[in-house]
């Protein structure tokens, strides 16, 4: 079993920035690829970004647009999500994720553990 913590949420004003944590435990971080997910209200759970074991990423490039930076720290069993330049239409609950594969998905159903989620607010 893996357990995920995310941290960093908050209420934030449009075009400031909010970096996300993702703590994991319970199984060797660098097996995993980890993930970012959003779920805005009334709206489907959706992919953000992804990186593998090798540091490899991927993001929903039309959503994302530069702005969001995922990164890995294997020393720390940690994953982060920097927004930059936050929209209002970003607001949503940021769900952390892992799977014990070695590439990245975008699809939610490829990943196997998930954290409780973190709610990020931006106000215009």
């Known amino acids: 079993q893996v357990q995920l913590v995310e941290s960093g949420g908050g209420l934030v004003l449009a075009g400031g920035s909010l970096r996300l944590s993702c703590a994991a435990s319970?199984?060797?971080?660098?097996?995993?690829?980890m993930g970012w997910f959003r779920q805005a209200p009334g709206k489907a759970r959706v992919f953000v970004a992804a990186i593998n074991l090798s540091g490899g990423y991927t993001y929903d490039v039309d959503s994302v647009k530069g702005r969001f930076t995922i990164s890995r720290d294997n020393a720390k069993n940690t994953v982060y999500l920097q927004m930059d330049s936050l929209k209002p239409e970003d607001t949503a609950i940021y769900y952390c994720?892992?799977?014990?594969?070695?590439?990245?998905?975008?699809?939610?159903?490829?990943?196997?553990?998930w954290g409780q989620g973190t709610q990020v607010t931006v106000s215009s």
């Open positions: 319970g199984r060797t971080f660098r097996s995993l690829t």
């Open positions: 994720t892992a799977r014990a594969k070695p590439t990245t998905s975008r699809r939610s159903n490829d990943y196997d553990y």
